[in-house]
C-alpha cells in the first residue's frame, strides 16, 4: 500500500541528496527530527557555527552539515545547502493519508456525479448530484462534496470538509479538514420600519478557488449572493480564516490563521496576510502588501508596503505610535511639568 | 425532484417582477449574476446613474433598471425598486442542498428518537436518543442530533452540524456546516492550593435557541453549566463566533465572524456586534447597541449608541482617539518643541 | 444503560452532601440550576447575603445554603461550602454523551488498528491502520482517528473530531466536536527569484498532547514540520484556538477562546492565557504568566506575572496606558493651550 511508512539507510540518503557521507551507510534513519533531539533513528540538520556546537550534545542518529562544516563526532552528511537538503528529505518521508482507489463501499455517490477512474472517494464520503471528481482527486472520510460541486485532477479533500453547492476547486489544491466552503453570506435586512425581524437574504452563488490554493482547517469561504467568492491561483489560507461572501483573493496571496476577510472585498496578488488581521467589508487591497499581524484594513489600500496597525500604517510609523503610546505616562508626566513650570514662568512676568 | 435546478425565460421573470420587458421574452436566465458580469444567461440589477452607464460595457443577459431609467442596449426589466427586486429573483433562484424525505437508510436513529413524518433525515446522520425532530425538519449527512435534543418544525441542520446533549433549536432556524452546540463551557478549578492539577467543573446544562434563529458555520455555542445558554428569537451568528457558558444573547441580535461573547455574559435584544468583538465574562449588554468591528466591551454597556475601542467608547470619541493616536509622533514633537522654548524662556528670565 | 438520566430526591442529595435538610426528604430534584431559576425540581445554591435574599423571590425547588444563613421559607440544605458542594451536585447530574461499549457494526476499523477490549467506539467512527485506541476510551460518531494515531487510557474523542496522522494523546484527556489535530503546519517558500508559485513545505511531524489535557470544540493544532507539537499534561484549551506547528506547550496551561500560539513558539507551565490573544512565532514564554485577552506577545516574555496589551506589558502600566490613551483629546487641548501660552509668553519677553 503507498501510505506503508518506510524507512531509509543512511547511505540511500546520501546517494538522494547527493552528499557526502561520514559515518556506516548501514545506519537506519526513521525520520526526520529537529535540531535538538536525541532519537537515534532522526536525521536532523544545523547550518550555523552555533547549531554545529549545540548538535554535538545530543544523540541524534545524523545530521545533514554544510562541507566547510567541523568534524563532528555524529554521522553526518555534507551539502551545498543544510536546510535546504532537508527540505527535500521531509519530502521523502511524506506519507498521504491511507486512502483507497476507487469508490469505498460505504461511500454514498450520486448516480448524477461524475466521478474519474483514478480518483479516491474514502469511507463514508457523500457525492451528491451533479457534481464532478477529476482524476487522481482523493476524497477522505465524511468529506461532504455537494451538489454541482467540480473538483479538479489530483485535488486532496481531508475528512470532514463540507463543500454546500456550486464550489469550483482547482487542479492540485488542497482543502483541509473541517473547511466550510460555500455556506450562505452573512447577510439579513429588516422585515419593515418596525424591525419586527431580519430577513434572510437569499445567497445563490458559489465559490471559485483556482489551481494550487490550500485552504486550512476549520477555515469558511461563504459563497457568493450571486456569481462567485473566487480565490485565485496559488492562494493559501491557514486554519480558522474567514472569507466573506463576493469577495475575491488575488493569486499567490497567503493569509494567516483567524483573519477575516469582509463581504465584497478584493484583495490583490502576491499579498502576505498576517493572523487576527480583519479587511472590512468592501475594500479594495492591491498587489505585494505585507500587513503584520492583527492590522485593519477599513479602507482601499493599493500601494506595495509593509504595514501595521488600525488603520494600516506604514510599519515604520506604525511601531514608532505603538512605541509612543506605551510612553505616554511619561508624555503625560512631561506635559505636567510643563505646564507646572509655565505656570511659574507667567508669576514671574507678571 | 425539488432541489433540480431551473431556468426562467426572462418574460416569466418580467411576469413575476410585476415589471415592464423591454427585449425577448424568449431569452433563457440560468441565474442572477453580480453587477460586472458578462454572463449571457445572467441577470442583474442596476439602480443609480453610474451603474446604468458602467453595464452598457457588459454583456450581461438583462438587467432590472428603475422606471426611469435610459433606454440600454441590453435586454431590460424596469421594476419599482430593482434592488428589492434583485431580492426577489434571487429567492427564485434559491435551490436547497438536495435531501429525500424521511430517514436515509445509512442514518442512525434511535428507536427512542421521535422523528416527524415530514422531517427529512441524510445520510450517514446520527440522532440519539431522547432527541425529538420536528415537522419539515431538514437533518443533512453527518450531521450528530445529540440525546434530549429537540428541533422544532422547519429547522435546517446543515452537514456535520454537532449537538451534544439537552439543545433545544426553535422553528424555522439553521445551524450551518460545522457548528457545534452544546460543548462543554471551559471551568476549572486547581485541586488545592499545591496546584498540582486542575479540576474541570462538570457542565451539565444544555443550549436553548429560538426560533427564526441562524447559527454560522464552524460557530460554537457552549452549553450552561446548569440551566441553559440562551439564544432569543431570530439571533443571528456568522462564521467561527464563539459563545461561552451561561451567556444569553437577546431577540433580534446579530453578531459578525469571529466574535467572542464570555461565559455568562448577557446581551441585549436587537444589537448588531462586528466581527472579532470580545464581550468578557459576567458583562451585561443592553438594548440597540452597535459595536464596530474588534471593540472589546469589558464591563457593562447599557446606553443604546454605536461604540468602537477597548474599552467601548461611543464612536465620536473613539475615532478621535484612534486618529489622535496616530499623531502621537506630531504630538511627542510639539511637546519636545515647548520643553526647548520653555527651557530657552527659562534662561531669559532668570 | 449508563446515560439514562436519574432523579434524586432531596434526603438523598442531603446525605450524599453530607448537609443539614430543612423540608421535606421527598422532594424530587431533576437538574441543578442557576441562581434566580424558578425550577420546581431544580437546585441551585446561594453563598452570600445578597444571594440568599434574592432567591426568596424565586421558587426554585431547593437550595444550598450556609450553616449560618438565616431560614428561608424554600426547602434548603445547610453545607459547609455551598459553591463546593453545588460542583459535587453538579458531577452527580453529569451524564456521558450515549455510547456502546465495543464497536459499533457502522465504524470502519482498519484490521492492522489496535482497540482495546473495553474501548467503545461510536457509529460511523474511522479508525485507521496503526491507530492503538486505548482502555475505556470512547471514541464517538464520525471521529477520524487517522494512522498510527495513539489514544491512551480513559480518553473522551467526541463526534467529528479529526487525528490526521501520528496523532498520541494521553490518559483521560478530553477532545471536543470538530477539533482537528496534526492539519498541516503554514509554510510555503517562493519556488524562484521570480516568484511564479509558492512551494508547500512537507510537514511529516505529529503531535503529542499529554494526560488530562482538554481540546476545546473546532480548535486547530498543527502536525510539526518534524517531530512534535506537544501539549503537556493538564493543558486546557477553549473552543477555536489555533496552536501553530513546531510549538509546545507547557503543562496545566490553559487557554482561552480564539487565541492562537504561532509556529515554533513555546509557552511555559501553569500560564493562563485569556481569549484572542496572539503568542507570535518563535517567541518563548516562562511559567506562571497571565495574559489578559487581546494581548500580543511578540518577543519572548519569560518573567511570571500579569500582562495585557501589544506588546505584552504589566498590567498596572497597561491599564495606565490605555486610560491615557482614551485622554488623548484631553492631552492635546492640553498641548495647544500651552503652545498658546507659550508664545503669548515668548510675545511679552522680547
Chains 1, 2, 3 share one sequence.
Not at 146 to 174: K, M, N, R, W
Not at 271 to 277: C, P, S, Y
Request: charged content about 20%; proline content about 6%.
Amino acid at each position: 500500500m503507498e501510505t506503508t511508512p518506510r524507512t531509509w539507510t543512511l547511505g540511500e540518503i546520501a546517494n538522494l541528496l547527493g552528499g557526502t557521507l561520514s559515518g556506516s551507510p548501514e545506519i537506519v534513519i526513521s525520520r526526520p527530527v529537529p535540531a535538538g533531539s536525541n532519537d537515534s533513528h532522526g536525521i536532523t540538520f544545523a547550518e550555523t557555527s552555533e547549531y554545529l556546537q549545540k548538535i554535538e550534545t545530543t544523540s541524534v542518529g545524523a545530521v545533514l552539515v554544510p562541507h566547510d562544516a567541523p568534524k563532528l563526532m555524529l554521522p553526518t552528511i555534507s551539502v551545498d545547502r543544510p536546510r535546504e537538503a532537508f527540505g527535500r528529505l521531509l519530502a521523502m518521508f511524506q506519507r498521504p493519508l491511507p486512502i483507497e482507489h476507487g469508490i469505498h463501499p460505504t461511500a454514498v455517490v450520486s448516480p448524477l456525479a461524475e466521478v474519474a477512474a483514478t480518483a479516491s472517494i474514502g469511507a463514508y464520503a457523500v457525492i451528491e448530484q451533479g457534481a464532478v471528481i477529476g482524476e487522481g482527486t482523493r476524497v477522505y472520510p465524511f468529506a461532504y462534496i455537494g451538489e454541482d460541486c467540480v473538483l479538479g485532477a489530483d485535488v486532496t479533500i481531508f475528512p470532514h470538509a463540507v463543500l454546500y453547492q456550486s464550489v469550483q476547486i482547482g487542479d492540485h489544491s488542497i482543502v483541509h479538514a473541517g473547511a466550510v466552503l460555500g455556506a450562505d453570506g452573512f447577510g439579513f435586512v429588516w422585515d419593515s420600519p418596525k424591525r419586527s425581524r431580519r430577513i434572510k437574504v437569499p445567497q445563490v452563488g458559489g465559490v471559485a478557488i483556482g489551481a494550487y490554493a490550500e485552504i486550512g482547517a476549520l477555515t469558511a469561504v461563504d459563497r457568493a449572493t450571486a456569481g462567485d467568492t473566487v480565490l485565485e491561483t496559488g492562494v493559501k489560507l491557514d486554519n480558522l480564516v474567514q472569507i466573506g461572501h463576493n469577495s475575491s483573493i488575488g493569486e499567490h496571496t497567503v493569509i494567516a490563521g483567524q483573519t477575516a476577510v469582509g463581504g465584497s472585498a478584493t484583495v490583490g496578488k502576491r499579498n502576505e496576510i498576517g493572523g487576527q488581521v480583519a479587511v472590512s467589508d468592501h475594500v479594495v487591497m492591491g498587489n505585494d502588501i505585507y500587513l503584520a499581524g492583527r492590522t485593519g484594513v477599513a479602507k482601499d489600500l493599493m500601494e506595495p508596503g509593509v504595514y501595521w496597525g488600525v488603520p494600516a500604517t506604514p510599519i515604520v510609523t506604525a511601531k514608532r505610535v505603538n512605541s509612543l503610546t506605551y510612553k505616554l505616562p511619561d508624555l503625560n508626566r512631561r506635559l505636567r511639568e510643563l505646564e507646572a513650570k509655565l505656570a511659574d514662568l507667567e508669576g514671574k512676568i507678571q
